[in-house]
T-cell receptor, first 117, second 113 residues
Framework: EAQVTQNPRYLITVTGKKLTVTCSQN?????MSWYRQDPGLGLRQIYY???????DKGDVPEGYKVSRKEKRNFPLILESPSPNQTSLYFC????????????????FGEGSRLTVL | AQSVAQPEDQVNVAEGNPLTVKCTYS??????LFWYVQYPNRGLQFLLK??????LVKGSYGFEAEFNKSQTSFHLKKPSALVSDSALYFC???????????FGPGTRLSVLP
């Protein structure tokens, strides 16, 4: 089954304690991206990656890091979390080539709800 | 750079009635326009897209959307709403065929039995 898997789904942590949210996709997609969803603000892009070892900032990258060492994985790292990073986080992936079923749309994970105390 | 507006936070419609969720956008170059739906406690799911061709595009679950270039709109429609259509709907233009998306704030659709 084609899917994007995020872990953990729920996490409560304290200010300053480093954490990593993992994201893995099994569709051989080139493109992967992280978003945060906050009430009234929709989804805002944090970082994205066009392929292995290629990452770039989105609209709200401050306080986050990412890496893309393998095509399937795109972890989101919060080196020193703060309460304003309390949010619902989504990882998404898509193919950059239009070949039949690969039509450019994003496939989303189920989300990771993070609370920073 | 692209931007998007969904002017209604909430849309209420009776089951069986037609529904419209509005979206206007601004993009540089050719617009690539997407609609996504988010059910409670779930990730977003692709509904439909406009890339080129016919202005009326059809998607999943009986939804369709009409691209209007002169009004820069891409409204989501369905002829007959179901209670199960109740969800949060996002319009998302993209600047380059599925690369940098911008998501609107979302419109919550409530279909009343």
């Amino acid at each position: 089954e084609a899917q994007v898997t995020q872990n953990p789904r729920y996490l409560i942590t304290v200010t300053g304690k480093k954490l990593t949210v993992t994201c893995s996709q099994n569709m051989n997609h080139e493109y992967m991206s992280w978003y945060r969803q906050d009430p009234g603000l929709g989804l805002r892009q944090i970082y994205y990656s066009m392929n292995v070892e290629v990452t770039d900032k989105g609209d709200v990258p401050e306080g986050y890091k990412v890496s893309r060492k393998e095509k399937r994985n795109f972890p989101l790292i919060l080196e020193s979390p703060s309460p304003n990073q309390t949010s619902l986080y989504f990882c998404a992936s898509s193919s950059l080539r239009s070949t039949g079923l690969n039509t450019g749309e994003l496939f989303f994970g189920e989300g990771s709800r993070l609370t920073v105390l | 750079a692209q931007s998007v507006a969904q002017p209604e936070d909430q849309v209420n419609v009776a089951e069986g009635n037609p529904l419209t969720v509005k979206c206007t956008y601004s993009v540089s170059g050719n617009p690539y326009l997407f609609w996504y739906v988010q059910y409670p406690n779930r990730g977003l799911q692709f509904l439909l897209k406009y890339i080129t061709g016919d202005n009326l595009v059809k998607g999943s679950y009986g939804f369709e959307a009409e691209f209007n270039k002169s009004q820069t709109s891409f409204h989501l429609k369905k002829p007959s709403a179901l209670v199960s259509d109740s969800a949060l709907y996002f319009c998302a233009p993209s600047d380059n065929y599925g690369q940098n998306f911008v998501f609107g704030p979302g419109t919550r659709l409530s279909v009343l039995p």
